[in-house]
Nanobody, 120 residues
């Protein structure tokens, strides 16, 4: 069974940090670009960041540049999203997705998401 599982979400105060992980089972993440997305009720899903299969190319939404860092460890089949200086507007369900085209545009597999809450 091909599956992506996110972890690391939780409640954090504004200015705090969280590290999200995206782990694959049933397939090797090393062949895929991986994107992180944020879903907030009543709003369109927003792309947060993406990393290509080699880890050599990354991109970020303007709202998170300089605060979030995406990285991957293909040996561990895991992609991480380090989130620093969190703001209330960063809250939402964070989902990771795998793109077999390695383009950060067309995603083939999605995880269920992990909840991030930023509140004092």
């Amino acid at each position: 069974q091909l599956q992506l599982v996110e972890s690391g979400g939780g409640l954090v105060q504004p200015g705090g940090s969280l590290r999200l992980s995206c782990t694959a089972s049933g397939f090797t993440l090393g062949y895929y670009a991986i994107g992180w997305f944020r879903q907030v009720p009543g709003k369109e899903r927003e792309g947060v960041s993406c990393i290509d299969s080699s880890g050599g190319r990354t991109n970020y939404a303007d709202s998170v540049k300089g605060r979030f860092t995406i990285s991957r460890d293909n040996a561990k089949n895991t992609i991480s999203l380090q989130m620093n200086s969190l703001k209330p507007e960063d809250a939402g369900i964070y989902l990771c997705a795998a793109d077999a085209h390695d383009s950060c545009r067309e995603y083939d597999f999605w995880g269920q998401g992990t909840q991030v809450t930023v509140s004092s």
